[in-house]
């Protein structure tokens, strides 16, 4: 299939041609490849306007059509949006099947199996049991960012890493998409031609020139504004120098006394640095080495060297993962450390990279599983307290605004918001706890796709589900349920359907509670996103996640201490 722009074809229609009548497949494969030639220009992509864009489409699809049928851009408009529909659907099948990870089952077994489950479920828009009709336009577009299957990363390691070599070396497997090209490349690209060079040239000239003369103006305010400031600078690199001092104070050869001032003292510095997340001392170390591998991981990082050289590179640890909670807290940018902290841009953003990576390898074992028998039987006794038994959270979808997203990409990730956006898909229960999140589908998808291809219930289909029995109104039932919006009406009539909905709602509410804490505490996920690549983009929520978690059960265990 090209993806390749074509030059303009002045189109001849003959008396011959046929019209309308069904789509081939070839002229199937024709509109994806002019969908995604147009749709995915490094410049404009979609953002712009709907007749337009579409006309674009057909003056494509005319241009390479060799099959003696004439379309409009409107037959073409509907036929997309079935292909968009239905594929979209069939993914969410894949997905189910790809979950139950049948032992001996091959690829085409798998598609099979995908095929008979779309066949056997009713379509929504017809209320029809029909076959797949579209799998060669899923063939080509199951490769694409919207109608992708995620791969899952494992949930932890069987024991925690004892370097970062190791950690990156588990990513060998992850499959990642091929980025097309950005838009200041492509334009770049088509500017750079032999018969504009010499205007290049000049242009390259008259701006060298420009800049210059700005430089000066700029310099000579920014004496002025120094010289403002200089007395406050002054006092501010006092306070960090002493500040650094302190952290770099051997307590070794201290009294009791002398050691607990500075040890508070130390307190108090990281506390300031970190105190967004508002995390515990205990907290912080567990975040730079598991309890359990302490002594083996130190041990080899410190082999050989002096307790002056062992204290420093504490200290270099600290500074990185400061840096690092300081971005995910505050969400600053990458050169805001480099007055404080003393580390450069490349650092910080590398630093941050295997902070989230090592979090993710070492703690989502424990911070993003499913719950145990003993968590079951709490949600359950919430559940039945507020009036619904058999409740174990409630469910929903957060759109994370994606900056730097590619405008070739633009338009698979863009959605309601008419903004490119990133889907995280949560479970909480009463107390904030995120059970479950699956994050990385485009906003494009709605949330009953994101659903179909989310493997919250993949235990389920699996027949390893947790065992649940409870009763309503006589009824036994052995299976859970998680509250979700827009499933019942919002402004209904008799007094008792409008107690239930004002029930509903409230309880369904925990999982909204969540996405604002999550938020409150991770000023990275309040703004947009600006890392370019998704799977960055995808550790760092679930490090968000993980750090939620971790503080939920900090502050839980503090909680029952006082009680």
Not at 455 to 462: R, T
Request: with cysteine; hydrophobic share 35%.
């Amino acid at each position: 299939m090209p993806i390749q722009s074509l030059p303009e074809v002045q189109i001849v229609t003959s008396n011959s041609t046929k019209h309308g009548g069904n789509f081939s497949v070839d002229e199937d494969l024709l509109l994806i490849s002019a969908w995604l030639n147009i749709g995915m220009d490094a410049v404009y992509g979609t953002d712009q306007k709907g007749e337009k864009f579409w006309a674009k489409i057909w003056e494509y699809f005319c241009a390479n059509n060799t099959y003696g049928t004439t379309r409009s851009s409107s037959s073409l408009s509907s036929r997309w949006g079935n292909i968009n529909r239905e594929t979209s659907r069939f993914v969410g099948f894949v997905a189910k099947v790809e979950a139950r990870n049948r032992s001996g089952a091959t690829d085409e077994d798998k598609l099979k199996d995908a095929k008979d489950l779309y066949k056997a479920t009713p379509n929504p828009t017809t209320g029809k049991k029909i076959a797949f009709a579209y799998e060669h336009c899923w063939v080509v577009l199951k490769n694409q960012p919207k109608w992708s299957m995620p791969k899952e990363k494992s949930k932890g390691l069987s024991q925690t890493p004892s370097s970062i070599d190791q950690v990156d070396s588990n990513d060998d497997n992850t499959v990642v998409l091929e980025r097309p090209i950005g838009r200041k490349a492509k334009k770049a690209k088509r500017k750079r031609t032999d018969d504009d060079k010499g205007f290049d040239d000049y242009l390259a000239k008259k701006l060298q020139y420009i800049q210059a003369s700005h430089e000066q103006d700029q310099e000579a305010l920014r004496i002025k504004a120094e010289k403002i400031r200089v007395d406050a600078e002054r006092i501010r690199l006092e306070t960090i120098r002493e500040e650094r001092s302190i952290m770099t104070m051997d307590t070794s050869s201290m009294n009791e006394k002398e050691r607990l001032y500075f040890e508070n003292l130390k307190d108090q510095i990281l506390a300031r640095q970190v105190g967004v997340v508002s995390m515990g001392r205990s907290l912080f170390k567990q975040l730079l080495f598991d309890d359990s591998d302490e002594d083996e991981i130190m041990r080899r990082i410190l082999k050989g060297s002096t307790s002056r050289r062992k204290h420093r590179r504490y200290i270099e640890r600290d500074r990185l993962i400061t840096a690092a909670l300081r971005m995910l807290a505050y969400g600053v940018t990458v050169d805001f450390m480099d007055e404080y902290v003393r580390i450069g841009k490349s650092t910080v953003m590398e630093s941050l990279k295997k902070f989230v990576k090592a979090v993710v390898d070492i703690f989502s074992k424990e911070y993003l599983r499913s719950p145990n028998n003993e968590d079951i039987a709490r949600l359950l006794a919430n559940g039945e307290r507020h009036g619904f038994p058999g409740m174990l959270g409630s469910i929903d979808c957060m759109y994370w605004k994606w900056k730097n997203c590619l405008v070739a990409w633009k338009g698979q990730y863009s959605g309601h918001l008419r903004e490119p956006t990133i889907v995280l898909e949560v479970v909480a229960s009463f107390d904030l706890w995120i059970w479950h999140a699956f994050f990385g589908l485009p906003g494009s998808n709605n949330d009953i796709n994101v659903l179909e291809r989310s493997p919250v219930f993949s235990e389920l289909e699996q027949g390893r589900a947790p065992a649940v029995n409870y009763s309503i109104n006589g009824h036994e039932y052995t299976m859970g349920y998680y509250l979700a919006d827009g499933i019942y009406p919002k402004w209904t009539q008799k007094k008792k359907k409008k107690l239930f909905a004002k029930a509903q709602d409230a309880n369904r509410k925990d999982v909204e509670r969540a996405f604002g804490v999550l938020q409150a505490r991770f000023a990275i996920v309040r703004g947009p996103a600006r890392f370019f690549h998704s799977e960055t983009l995808e550790d760092i929520m679930k490090v968000c996640v993980i750090l939620h978690n971790m503080i939920i059960e900090d502050e839980r265990d503090v909680d029952e201490a006082v009680e």
